[in-house]
């Protein structure tokens, strides 16, 4: 029995310092994470061997939300609490310069049980090669492979990504959310404030090696240029632009619908059930997905901040190249903008907003645009580095006449209050 509890603690001691270990050129899970796009080629934590970092995430939000619609079908909100979401996250330091991420999604709105988002591996060094291998190359060179979400737009470092909501100053994400996680390669070149991504991706979300008469596995093919450049102690400049390019006529068209997880705005735009007992609605009402296959989707994200102001933008535009039933694809452009203040001792506290629309056609030939406006005002505290408590208001509108069904004139608005745990 002696010999069992010294070898318990021993095995908790071990973990417990693995927990902390510092992992390198690792974005931290936490308040010290905010507004890192690109993981920095600036690290001074000196390799010793493996390491493993576990962390997680957890989020609770309480919702008081209305809606309505022309039909007046659409099911009566409450104001209650929603499903708590967690992740688990798994970071190994494998070599020098060479690491591994796994993130498992614990608990999610879409899926309540324990799935696998994604995992890479990370390569800032090539001395498993030889020492030194391309040192010059890897002083500015990044690698990163595997089975997860790609480095398209910088929406996606801003983003809730189920219960890690730690760097997101409000509770949704953005109206068309760029994510997907796809088996992928990627190469980073960062140099004094100059930025290279070059990508690519099967453009699938599910795998399998079974080829169909309907499967035409084209790649996806993506890449961000642009600037980063901190000018001085209180000002910071960021400018990219991104680009995907998809001509599978079934691969492609995950880039605004890859998220398992489902939307933060819980139940909106759901239908009372009818005479049969069936109802309208799913995880993801809130968003909006065209669908496009053959798709080209552009991306331009400014990023200003000046000791506590910090604006950061989108301006998006995804057109379909696909013809369905003789009528070509059309195209849709998204435009966001967010201002924040933050304040106080390191700037525990923000105050801010956020402004996003998206309009377009599903088709060419299309009498009449489709339009969503949604605007959300809010703020933050940061308890510590490793809990948020935040809270938002929310109003979005579907406008316009070429909306039909449960999406006529409907609209939702109210108050969210989110608690955040990440480390």
Same mark, same amino acid.
């Given at each position: 029995m002696k010999r069992t509890i010294i070898l318990l603690l021993c095995t908790m001691s071990t973990m417990l310092s693995a927990q902390f270990s510092h992992i390198q050129y690792m974005r &931290?899970?936490?308040?010290?994470?905010?507004?890192? #796009?690109?993981?920095?080629?600036?690290?001074?934590? &000196?390799?010793?061997?493996?390491?493993v970092k576990l962390g997680g995430d957890f989020a609770l939000q309480f919702q008081g939300l209305n809606q309505s619609n022309n039909l007046n079908n659409l099911v009566?909100?409450?104001?209650n609490l929603n499903l708590p979401t967690a992740n688990l996250n798994l970071d190994v330091q494998l070599l020098d310069g060479v690491r591994m991420h796994l993130r498992t999604y614990l608990s999610s709105r879409h899926h309540n049980e324990s799935w696998i988002k994604g995992g890479h591996l990370t390569i800032d060094k090539l001395d498993f090669i030889k020492p030194g291998f391309l040192k010059g190359f890897m002083n500015h060179a990044?690698?990163?492979?595997?089975?997860?979400? #790609?480095?398209?737009?910088?929406?996606?470092?801003?983003?809730?990504?189920?219960?890690?909501?730690i760097y997101n100053p409000f509770v949704g994400n953005y109206i068309m959310d760029a994510f997907s996680t796809e088996a992928f390669g990627e190469l980073t070149i960062q140099n004094n404030g100059l930025l290279v991504v070059l990508g690519v991706t099967n453009g699938?979300?599910?795998?399998? !090696? !079974?080829?169909?008469?309907?499967t035409d596995d084209k790649p996806s093919i993506y890449g961000k240029l642009g600037f980063d450049k901190q000018f001085t102690k209180n000002l910071r400049i960021r400018l990219t632009g991104s680009a995907y390019y998809n001509k599978g006529a079934t691969t492609g068209k995950w880039l605004y619908g890859g998220d398992r997880a489902g939307s933060r705005y819980y139940s909106v735009l759901h239908t009372l059930k009818d005479a049969n007992g069936n109802s309208e609605g799913t995880d993801f009402d809130g968003r909006f997905n065209a669908g496009f296959t053959q798709m080209t989707a552009l991306q331009i994200n400014p990023f200003f901040k000046f000791k506590g102001l910090e604006l950061f933008g989108i301006y998006e535009m995804v057109i379909g190249d696909n013809v369905i039933d003789g009528k070509k694809e059309g195209s849709f452009t998204q435009i966001g903008a967010e201002m924040l203040i933050r304040f106080g001792k390191q700037e525990k506290f923000y105050l801010g907003g956020r402004y996003n629309t998206v309009n377009g056609k599903r088709f060419e030939g299309d009498r009449v645009e489709l339009e969503i406006l949604r605007y959300n005002v809010g703020g933050g505290w940061y308890i510590s580095k490793n809990i948020l408590a935040k809270a938002e208001y929310v109003n979005q509108e579907y406008k316009g006449a070429g909306w039909d069904g449960r999406f006529e004139g409907a609209k939702f608005s109210g108050f969210n209050i989110e608690a955040v745990v990440s480390f």
């Open positions: &931290p899970n936490d308040q010290n994470g905010l507004n890192i #796009f690109e993981e920095s080629k600036m690290d001074s934590t &000196p390799y010793s061997g493996l390491k009566e909100l409450g104001n990044t690698l990163t492979l595997g089975l997860d979400e #790609f480095n398209y737009g910088d929406a996606h470092y801003r983003r809730s990504d189920n219960a890690r909501a699938k979300i599910n795998q399998n !090696v !079974v080829v169909a008469d309907t």
